[in-house]
C-alpha cells in the first residue's frame, strides 16, 4: 500500500471556493487562506439562525493503545462515507499541534484514503490559530509580570502565580525554568511553559459561543492569587480586551476537505489531558446548518473525549449528540487482554496480528464497558470495527456479538483507511438508521451538585472506580474552589487516555479499584475545574531522533519527510 | 484633525485581488490570506525575469528623536503621490512586531492620509510570517538543547551555546532565565528570549531570494560552540530542513494596499538594532518587475538603514539605488541643537514649535551629514522635508538651502500626514528627476578588507569617529570569526539610532570622538557579523501603563483601541 504522503499527493485539491459554495457559503462569509483553506465568517450564523440543524454524530473509541486506534481516520472516512451514500456530511476535527509534528508523531490528518488535505497545511501553521493562541497567551504572562514589576498594584502572590507561558514546540527544557534574573529584568520567580494546546486559551477558543462570550471567558481567567488568596483575573490586568483582539480570526472555523472533497472544519486543538479535548463549538453550530450530518471527533476513549463532549461542550453549546460512533480496533481489544505491551515504534507481538480469540475475550470487557458509558448518556452508539488486513471473520464476528449485547444499536466493521469512503458505506448506513433512534441525552451529573459528587459519578459510573480518595492537595483546592464560588463548574478529568483507572498499565475493563485525584486546578474562563489523576505532562519533549530531522524543503519550496 | 483609525476607517479597501489585478499578477500566482492581503508566489520570478526593472528608491532618514520623524508616513504617502503624477508605484515597507504594539508605540502602519491598511492586519498577525520565524526559531533551540540531552554527540560547551529564544512580545522577564530545572527536564543552563524581530531566522528571511538561499542560510546558522571552540550550526543539528519547512509561506511576500490603493508589500521586519533593519529583498526584487518605482524603506538613519542597504541588502540582491529621499522633520533638527529634550509621550518644548532658526542652525549639521552620507555611496539624494503645520516658511527655506548646499539634488516639502499623495506630488517630481541623475552606486568598503577596517571605514567615513577603540571581548571575537573564515562578511553595526556616534546624547553632528566597540557577534546565517557599540537591548518590556490596556473587542468582532 502507499503512504499516506504518496495517496495525499494524487489528489488535486477542489478550489476551497468550489467546497463551499457547495455548501451554501456566500462569498462573503469566506475568508480564503490560500486556494485551499479558509476561514468561515461568524456572521453565517445570523443568516442561518432559522435553518433546522443537520444530525450531529460525535466519534469516540474504546481505551487506546498508545498507537491509536485510528479515530480521526474513521471520522474522515466517515464523512467521505456519507458522501457515497448521498447524504451530506461534514467532518469536525481539532487542529493539531505543531509540536509533536516535528517530534515522533508525524501528522494527525487521518490515514491512508481518508485524510485530510493538504496535510502539509493541516499539520504546519493552518490559519495560524495556534499562533494566535501562544499569542493571547503569553501577553497575558507579559502584562502579569509587568503588573508585578510595577508596584504590584493588585498585590499578586508572586508564589501564588498560576499563568505559565505556551509554546508550539516539544521542549522539555522549558517545563521548568526561572525568569526575571539580572538588573531590571522584572521579579523573579520560577515558572514554565507548556505546549501551546495545553493553554486554557486554546479551550476557550473551543468553547466560546461568539465574541462577547470570548471577550467574557477571557476576562474570567484566574491568573494568580493575590496575597488574601483572592483570584486575580486577566479582566483584572487589564489584558483580556487586548487577548481578544489577537483572537479575533481564530474564532473563526476554518474549512478545508478530505481526499475525497467533503467539507472539513478543523477548529481548535484543546489538550485532551488537562481540557475537554473536543473541537470548537462553533465549528459543530454552523457545520450543523450547512449539512445534513456533521461528524465531530472527541479525543481518546468514551470514559474521556465523550464524556466531556456531554458534560461540558453539550452543556456550552445547548447540542444534542443524534448518535454515537464508538471505534474499536481489535489488535487494541487484544492488548486489553493484559497479554501484550505495545510500543510506538517497536514491531508488534504476533499474538496481536493473528487469530486470537482468547486474547480477544480477555480484552472485550473495554468495549462493553465503553458502549455502557456512551449508553449511559442515553445516545445510541454505533460501533465502528477499524479493520485491519489481519483481523479475521471469527474475530470480527465476535466483536460484533459482544457489541450488540451490550447495547450497541450496531456494530460494523469498516475500511477506510485503504477504501475511503466506499469502506464506510455500511457504518454510515448504519449510523444513519442509529440518529432516527429514540434518543434520551441527558448529562452525566447536575451542575449544582458539589464537586466532589461530579468526581465520584464520573469516577463510579464511567470508570468503574470503587472509591475515590482525595489527597492533601486536592481535597483544599476542591474546598478553595467551592469557597470561591466556582463549584457550579463542570469537572474535566485530567486521567491517563490508557486506562480506564487512573493507571495506564490497567487494561481492559478494571472494576473496583481506587482512583486517587493528587491535585485539582481551575480553570474558570474555560469553565471547569480539572481534577488531576496521576501526573499530566503538560510540554513534551523531543526523542533521540526527532522525526524533524527528516524534514527538507526543495528548490521549488516542496517539503519533504514531514509524514 | 481626525486621529489615524478615524481616517483609516473611512476607506474601504479595494480587493486584493483588483489592485494584484493592476499589477499584471496572475491569479494563481496570488494566495488570498482575506480580502484585503495575499501573498505573492516566488514562481512569479521566474515569469517575469526578462523584464527590466523599475526605478529603485530608498528612503532614509536625519538622525531621528525619540518620536521617530515619519519616514514610514513618508514612504506610504511618496507611493501614493506616485499614483497622483500618473507613475506607478509600489510601496516595500517591513512588517512591524506584535510586542510593541501592545507596549507603548502604537502601530506602525503610517499615518494621517498615508497609512497602509488594514491596519489592523499589518499590526497583528498579517498573514503569520512573524509567528513562523518566532515558531522556526524556537524548533531549533528545542532540537539543540534536545541534542545537549541525548548524549551531546556534537560535544556541545553548554557555556557556549549562541541561540536564544524568541517571542513576539514585549517581556522583560524573559531576558534572561534559566532552563532545563527539575528531573527529567534536560541540562539546565542560562539564556534567555529576545524579541522576534531580532531573530537572526528574521533577518535570513528578508536576505533569502529563493528557497534554496533561504535553505542554505538556515543551514550556516552557528548556534553554539563545541568544546574545541569549533562553531556548531543547525546543519549540524538537522534541524534546518524542518526550519525551512516552517518558513515556506513565509518567504513569500506579502501584498497590501495604502489609504489610496497603492500596492504595498510588506515583507519581513529584521531589527534595525542588530540586523540590517530593511524589508525582504524578494519585495524589492518582485516589486520592481511590477511597478514603474519602488519605494522601499531603511530602518533608523543613513548612518545606519541606508549603510546597511548598500553595504548588505544591495549585496545580496544585486540591485541598485536610483535615488534616496532623506526624510528630515524641523523639529528634530531643531532638537539636534542639543538645546532640548524630547521625551515620547511628553508636550514639546515650545522652542521646537515656534520659529526658532537658532536651534535650527545649530542642529541642521545632521541632516548635513547625512546628506554627505548617502552622496558617499554615489547616490543622488532629494530631502523630504516632512511638513509640521508649527513649521514656518523661513525655517523650511533654511532646511532647503543648507540641503542644496550639502549636495541634495533637491529639498522639497510634503504634507502627506495631512494631504496624503497628493501632498507629496512636489517630491515625487523631484524624485522622479533625480533617479534621472548620474549614479555611480557603490559599496563602502570591499568585503576582503579586515573586519577591522570595515568597521572603521564606517566609524570614520559616516558617523564621523576620529578613532574607534575595541573591547578585549570585541577584539577577541572578531579575531575568533577571521580565524573561523567569517572575515570576507559585511559588518552590520549595532548603534544606537538617536545619535551620529555611539552616544545617544550627542546630537547634531558629532566629530571627532572615539568609537568604542564592546562586542561582536556572527550572524552567518544571515551573513554579517554585527559589532555592538554601547549596550543593545533586544527584548522590550512594557511600561507601567501598556498600550494594550486600552484594547478591546465588540460584539462583533471589531478591534477598538488599538492605535
Not at 486506534?69 to 461534514?90: N, S, Y
Not at 517545563?175 to 495545553?198: E, K, Y
Not at 481535597?475 to 463548574?489: I, W
Amino acid at each position: 500500500m502507499l503512504t499516506d504522503i504518496e495517496i495525499a499527493s494524487q489528489v488535486t485539491p477542489k478550489p476551497i471556493t468550489e467546497i463551499a459554495a457547495d455548501l451554501g457559503i456566500q462569498p462573503d462569509e469566506l475568508e480564503l487562506y490560500g486556494p485551499y483553506k479558509a476561514k468561515i465568517s461568524l456572521s453565517i450564523r445570523d443568516r442561518l439562525k432559522d435553518r433546522p440543524n443537520g444530525k450531529y454524530v460525535v466519534v469516540t473509541a474504546i481505551t487506546p493503545t498508545p498507537l491509536g486506534e485510528g479515530k480521526t481516520t474513521v471520522t474522515v472516512g466517515l464523512g467521505q462515507a456519507f458522501g457515497k451514500i448521498g447524504t451530506r456530511a461534514i467532518v469536525a476535527i481539532r487542529q493539531p499541534s505543531l509540536g509533536p509534528v516535528f517530534g515522533i508523531k508525524g501528522g494527525a490528518a487521518g490515514g491512508g484514503y481518508s485524510q485530510i488535505i493538504p496535510m502539509e497545511d493541516f499539520n504546519l501553521h493552518l490559519t495560524g490559530d495556534f499562533h494566535a493562541v501562544t499569542a493571547a497567551h503569553n501577553l497575558c504572562a507579559a502584562f502579569l509580570d509587568n503588573s508585578i514589576y510595577h508596584g504590584n498594584p493588585l498585590d499578586i502572590d508572586q508564589t501564588a502565580v498560576l499563568w505559565r507561558r505556551v509554546m508550539d514546540v516539544n521542549d522539555r527544557t522549558l517545563r521548568d525554568i526561572v525568569i526575571g534574573l539580572g538588573s531590571g529584568n522584572g521579579i523573579p520567580r520560577q515558572t514554565g511553559f507548556d505546549i501551546t494546546a495545553a493553554s486554557e486559551v486554546m479551550a476557550v477558543l473551543a468553547l466560546a459561543t461568539d465574541y462577547r462570550d470570548l471577550r467574557e471567558r477571557l476576562g474570567r481567567l484566574v491568573v494568580a492569587l493575590n496575597r488574601k488568596k483572592e483570584p486575580v483575573t486577566a479582566e483584572d490586568i487589564g489584558v483580556a480586551g487586548a487577548m481578544a483582539a489577537l483572537l479575533k480570526d481564530a474564532l473563526k472555523p476554518n474549512l478545508l476537505q478530505t481526499l475525497e472533497h467533503t467539507p472539513a472544519i478543523v477548529h481548535a486543538g484543546p489538550f485532551g489531558n488537562i481540557a475537554h479535548g473536543n473541537s470548537s463549538v462553533l465549528a459543530d453550530l454552523i457545520g450543523l446548518k450547512l449539512a445534513d450530518v456533521v461528524v465531530t471527533e472527541a479525543g481518546f476513549g468514551a470514559d474521556l473525549g465523550f464524556e466531556k463532549f456531554c458534560d461540558i461542550k453539550c452543556r456550552v453549546s445547548g447540542l444534542k449528540p443524534d448518535a454515537a460512533v464508538l471505534v474499536a480496533t481489535i489488535r487494541a481489544l487484544k492488548a486489553h487482554s493484559g497479554r501484550y505491551k505495545i510500543v510506538a515504534g517497536k514491531p508488534l507481538d504476533p499474538g496481536l496480528v493473528t487469530e486470537n480469540l482468547d486474547a480477544l475475550r480477555e480484552g472485550i470487557g473495554n468495549l462493553e464497558k465503553q458502549i455502557e458509558n456512551v449508553r449511559r448518556f442515553g445516545v445510541p452508539v454505533v460501533v465502528a470495527i477499524n479493520q485491519f488486513p489481519t483481523d479475521t471473520p471469527a474475530e470480527i464476528e465476535l466483536v460484533r456479538e459482544v457489541a450488540l449485547k451490550a447495547g450497541a444499536f450496531d456494530a460494523v466493521p469498516t475500511r477506510v483507511h485503504s477504501e475511503g469512503g466506499e469502506g464506510g458505506a455500511d457504518l454510515a448506513r448504519a449510523v444513519l438508521r442509529a440518529t432516527e433512534e429514540p434518543n434520551s441525552f441527558r448529562p452525566l451529573y447536575e451542575l449544582d451538585m458539589p464537586l466532589t459528587d461530579k468526581i465520584e459519578i464520573i469516577a463510579r459510573e464511567l470508570y468503574g472506580a470503587g472509591s475515590v480518595t482525595y489527597q492533601p492537595a486536592a481535597a483544599r483546592a476542591l474546598r478553595t474552589f467551592t469557597s470561591m464560588g466556582y463549584d457550579k463548574l463542570p469537572v474535566c478529568m485530567a486521567k491517563t487516555h490508557l486506562s480506564l483507572s487512573g493507571d495506564p498499565n490497567l487494561r481492559g475493563r478494571p472494576e473496583g479499584f481506587e482512583l486517587t485525584v493528587r491535585e485539582a486546578r481551575l480553570s474558570a474562563g474555560a469553565g471547569f475545574i480539572y481534577p488531576i489523576i496521576g501526573e499530566m505532562r503538560t510540554m513534551p519533549g523531543l526523542g533521540s531522533k526527532p522525526g524533524g530531522l527528516n524534514v527538507d524543503i526543495d528548490d521549488d519550496g516542496t517539503i519533504r519527510g514531514l509524514f
